[in-house]
């Protein structure tokens, strides 16, 4: 049965995709979990279609060979966390899997974007922290991580002590904290990775805010995706570009605006 299904997912991928040329490859994966990120990231209408086996490791892939290549796909998948026949991921991609997906064992270095390797600086840092636990689930596009930690940060937001902040924290958080309550409570609320995306790209903006006035012990990157509703921002502690507003789909677009802190 599962060779006749793979038999009809070829004919039936072949028959939507031009020029269509099927070859299998391999994509490292620990479990089925990882079968719908592998997939996103190789997936391009009527232009790639990937579908990925977590038992074998192997993926059938049918491409438009006059419009892509097997390369530019398993780019994709490699940029998306998923070692292949062709590229192994950046580690910053891996970083960002869930343990599930975890195909080589736990990272060894500290994921620096919801820890800190010093002492927080402000009271506002478990707040930041949910604030790139979201970010890092829309990079996935796993629209449940992203809901769940919306929540984390809506609770953050109305637990905040107005008191415990710094002078300049406490100014930027007087004009903001209407807006982050509300933009919190819409992501949280959201259904569809789409419509996190809309919601978190206001966000971005409120939190860009608080930002500028803490003093942080580590530089922040203000990044703008120009392409995202006619441009939208988000912020990141890593240097290079991880686009939460396409995921995989277009993983490097963008670039830095500015950078906040040290």
């Avoid at 269509?20 to 979990?33: D, F, L, N």
């Avoid at 415990?164 to 924290?169: D, I």
Wanted: proline share 3%.
């Amino acid at each position: 049965m599962a060779v006749a299904g793979l038999m009809s997912f070829s004919l039936f991928a072949k028959a939507q995709i031009k020029n269509a040329k099927t070859e299998t490859v391999t994509i490292q994966g620990s479990s089925p979990a990882c079968k719908k990120m592998i997939e996103y990231a190789g997936n391009r209408k009527r232009i790639a279609r990937l579908t990925w086996n977590a038992d074998t490791k192997t993926a059938q892939l049918t491409y438009n060979a006059k419009a892509t290549t097997k390369e530019a796909v398993l780019k994709r998948v490699a940029l998306a966390g998923f070692d292949n026949e062709v590229y192994n991921a950046p580690l910053s991609a891996y970083r960002m899997l869930t343990s599930e997906c975890y195909y080589k064992g736990a990272p060894q270095t500290t994921d620096i974007n919801t820890t800190d390797s010093t002492k927080d600086a402000s009271k506002l840092a478990p707040l930041y922290r949910a604030y790139f636990a979201i970010s890092n689930a829309l990079v996935r596009s796993d629209e449940k991580t992203a809901g769940q930690k919306a929540g984390e940060l809506h609770h953050l937001v109305k637990a905040v002590q107005m008191d415990a902040l710094s002078p300049e924290e406490h100014t930027a958080w007087m004009h903001i904290k209407a807006p982050l309550n509300e933009q919190s409570a819409a992501l949280k609320a959201a259904a569809g990775i789409e419509k996190q995306r809309v919601t978190f790209a206001a966000l971005s903006e409120s939190v860009y805010q608080l930002f500028k006035a803490s003093k942080l012990p580590y530089k922040i990157y203000y990044n703008e995706c120009p392409m995202f509703h006619g441009g939208a921002t988000w912020l990141s502690r890593e240097e290079s570009i991880r686009n939460p507003y396409y995921g995989a789909a277009m993983m490097t677009c963008g670039a830095t605006k500015a950078v906040i802190g040290q």
